[in-house]
């Protein structure tokens, strides 16, 4: 007996599925192509020690600005992670200077702290990827925070 309540319960389950589905599906509009607002700033400011952190913050950045969501992704590099726009610096890992550049191609904003370059000796005019720079990398993320950009921090 409950075998078979449950053969009929499973079966009214189908019907009721086949019935409601399509009409679901149907009443479902396509999804609409994203519209580019806001911005988010992607801080990176931990240093070679934690090459997996520098690695996401230039990738989640790259991906970001590729969402279509966003009208403007930046990417604030300041304290040791200052060290990724050192041309001279054989240390950076080849697959880090290749994110950062894929990042600039697809149009992430650079920003560069110009107290860091300073304090790690990088000239400004030799950066291994073309950077803005900024006097100083913690006012710029306060700028974009003013201006109602969220920040995501490696």
């Not at 806001?38 to 913050?57: K, Q, R, Y």
């Not at 966003?70 to 300041?78: P, R, T």
Request: aromatic letters at 6%; proline letters at 6%; charged letters at 20%.
């Amino acid at each position: 007996m409950i075998k078979t309540l449950s053969l009929l319960l499973f079966g009214l389950g189908l019907s009721a599925a086949a019935v409601w589905l399509p009409q679901a599906q149907a009443a479902t509009p396509s999804t609409p192509a994203p519209v580019p607002k806001g911005g988010m700033v992607f801080v990176a400011n931990v240093g070679l020690e934690d090459v997996s952190s520098l690695s996401n913050a230039l990738r989640h950045a790259k991906l970001a600005k590729e969402s279509g969501y966003l009208k403007d992704v930046v990417l604030v590099i300041y304290g040791r992670a200052i060290v990724l726009l050192d041309p001279e610096l054989k240390s950076v890992p080849a697959n880090l200077r290749e994110e950062l550049n894929a990042a600039r191609t697809a149009g992430v904003r650079i920003v560069a702290c110009a107290s860091a370059l300073e304090k790690y000796g990088i000239d400004p005019a030799a950066l291994a990827s073309p950077a803005e720079v900024v006097p100083a990398g913690i006012v710029e993320v306060a700028r974009l925070v003013s201006e109602g950009y969220a920040v995501i921090r490696y």
